[in-house]
């Protein structure tokens, strides 16, 4: 299982990928539900909303921290 954490106050995502494989991203204001997987979304230099990871909801498990 992949565990997703996601931190609302400090705007940031750590996905632990159970294989010892971590990432941790920052300036990331929301993750998005879309059909069958969640969706990251980091803001960029301008302050637009990119996509920068899709992870299947059926192999994630998210934690929501504020």
Known sequence: M???TFNT??????VD?????TDN??????VQVREGY????QKD?????LPILRLPINQTIMFIEN
């Open 2 to 4: 992949i565990k997703l």
């Open 9 to 14: 106050t400090d705007k940031t995502a750590f």
């Open 17 to 21: 990928f159970g294989n010892q494989t």
């Open 25 to 30: 991203y920052l300036n990331v204001p929301t």
């Open 38 to 41: 969640y969706e990251l979304m």
């Open 45 to 49: 230099d301008n302050g637009k909303s």
